[in-house]
């Protein structure tokens, strides 16, 4: 079975350009959720999909969003990027809802400069 | 708000040795669920053990075993016969049992392994 693939590896923006990333979970796993990881914050969560409905939301403006398509594969938007978004952007898929003891399978993520 | 502390930000230890990493939580929910996640160099967060908080009995998988205690709101985790694969940075992590909450990071342990 494949893994958690999440699109591009590396990504380098400038100030007020907008990304989309990209996250494939586990074929047959229905929850997506995202978690951002700097040096400063560590891993904070951003949120959670589950067949295709946002469950869960972490405390990020509102330039943050997603959304989860039928074959449960995962987009996560930032737009008007600021320097402090720079991070790591991890992905992260289970079978069940993340409130459960449902372990959870990370992908490598996707390194986000903003310059 | 639910707060994971981990006071340690480097360990190491010596290859076949034993290592205990801490971890403290701040919750005043009575069921939880807490995991210690790997991150190697590779990015990809890995699941090494879970525990539910109801379960009086610690968690073990393998070299991996847990010293949980709900009063103390402690939750270490030892490695035994430490292996030089098992350098990586340490996450602890808690998740409430109600639907609608996320999973909270502790800020993370780094252990080197000497050979």
């Known amino acids: 079975k494949a893994g958690v693939t999440q699109t591009p590896r590396y990504l380098i923006k400038t100030r007020g350009q907008q990304v989309t990333l990209s996250c494939s979970p586990i074929s047959g796993h229905r929850s997506v959720s995202w978690y951002q990881q700097t040096p400063g914050q560590g891993l904070q969560f951003l949120f959670e999909?589950?067949?295709?409905?946002?469950?869960n939301k972490g405390n990020f403006p509102g330039r943050f969003s997603g959304r989860q398509f039928s074959n449960s594969r995962s987009e996560m938007n930032v737009s008007t990027l600021e320097l402090g978004d720079s991070a790591l952007y991890l992905c992260?898929?289970?079978?069940?809802?993340?409130?459960?003891?449902?372990?959870?399978?990370f992908g490598s993520g996707t390194q986000l400069s903003v310059l | 708000a639910q707060t994971v502390t981990q006071s340690q930000p480097e360990m190491s230890v010596q290859e076949a040795e034993t290592v205990t990493l801490s971890c403290t939580y701040d919750?005043?929910?009575?069921?939880?669920?807490l995991f210690w996640y790997k991150q190697p160099p590779s990015r990809q967060m890995i699941l090494v053990i879970r525990?539910?908080?109801?379960?009086?009995q610690n968690a073990t998988e393998n070299r991996f075993s847990v010293n949980f205690q709900k009063a103390a709101k402690s939750f270490s985790l030892k490695i035994s016969d430490s292996q030089l694969g098992d350098a990586a940075m340490y996450f602890c992590?808690?998740?409430?049992?109600?639907?609608?909450?996320?999973?909270?990071f502790g800020a993370g342990t780094r252990l080197t392994v000497k050979p």
């Open positions: 999909y589950f067949s295709e409905t946002q469950r």
């Open positions: 992590a808690y998740r409430s049992a109600d639907d609608n909450n996320d999973m909270r």
């Open positions: 992260a898929s289970s079978s069940q809802r993340v409130s459960t003891n449902e372990k959870l399978f």
């Open positions: 525990q539910e908080a109801y379960k009086q």
């Open positions: 919750t005043s929910e009575s069921d939880y669920y």
